[in-house]
């Protein structure tokens, strides 16, 4: 047999190895194109445009 936990982990044990694996928000940041907010190095979803040119045909509002 191989090496068992000799006594049961604790919640607030278990609880405070997970602290750290919560996700993080995506980093976003102003297009220059039309000025809302996008992720960075993407293309913008608003008016389609990267790195100052247009990529994709803007998205159309219904």
């Known amino acids: 047999?191989?090496?068992?936990?000799?006594?049961?982990v604790s919640k607030t044990?278990?609880?405070?190895?997970?602290?750290?694996?919560?996700?993080?928000?995506?980093?976003?940041?102003?297009?220059?194109e039309c000025g809302e907010y996008k992720p960075a190095h993407q293309v913008c979803p608003h008016c389609g445009s990267y790195n100052?040119?247009?990529?994709?045909p803007p998205e159309?509002?219904?």
Do not use: T
Request: hydrophobic share 30%.
């Open 60 to 62: 159309e509002e219904e």
């Open 13 to 32: 044990r278990r609880n405070k190895r997970r602290a750290h694996d919560h996700l993080s928000l995506r980093h976003l940041v102003v297009c220059d």
């Open 1 to 8: 047999m191989g090496p068992l936990p000799k006594r049961k």
């Open 52 to 56: 100052g040119r247009e990529v994709l």
